[in-house]
């Protein structure tokens, strides 16, 4: 069994950064992808950024390229999301994935709100 668990969400200010981690822990194939989703209120979960099991290759959605960037430590089983120039558009409950075919494995959720 996979486990996934967040952290570092909380409330910043707009202009602001905020760096979430995922730990994976249990039975996990080294040859994954991994990526942060998101889900607003009212909205669907949306793919943030995700990453390859060697870290080399990244991919970004449009509305967060150039702010946000993703990576992870292959010896920890973590990955990273440093948030930077934050926006109230991107509140939302962030969500990290493991994606090892044909299984994938969710964590619980952090809250990332952005307000003044």
């Known amino acids: 069994q996979v486990q996934l668990v967040e952290s570092g969400g909380g409330l910043v200010q707009p202009g602001g950064s905020l760096r979430l981690s995922c730990k994976a822990s249990g039975s996990i194939n080294t040859v994954n992808k991994m990526a942060w989703y998101r889900q607003a209120p009212g909205k669907q979960r949306e793919l943030v950024a995700d990453?390859?099991?060697?870290?080399?290759?990244?991919d970004y959605a449009a509305s967060v390229l150039g702010r946000f960037a993703i990576s992870r430590d292959a010896g920890k089983n973590t990955v990273y999301l440093e948030m930077t120039k934050l926006k109230p558009e991107d509140t939302a409950v962030y969500y990290c994935?493991?994606?090892?075919?044909?299984?994938?494995?969710w964590g619980q959720g952090t809250q990332v709100t952005v307000s003044s």
């Open positions: 994935n493991l994606f090892v075919w044909p299984q994938s494995y």
């Open positions: 990453i390859s099991s060697g870290g080399d290759i990244k």
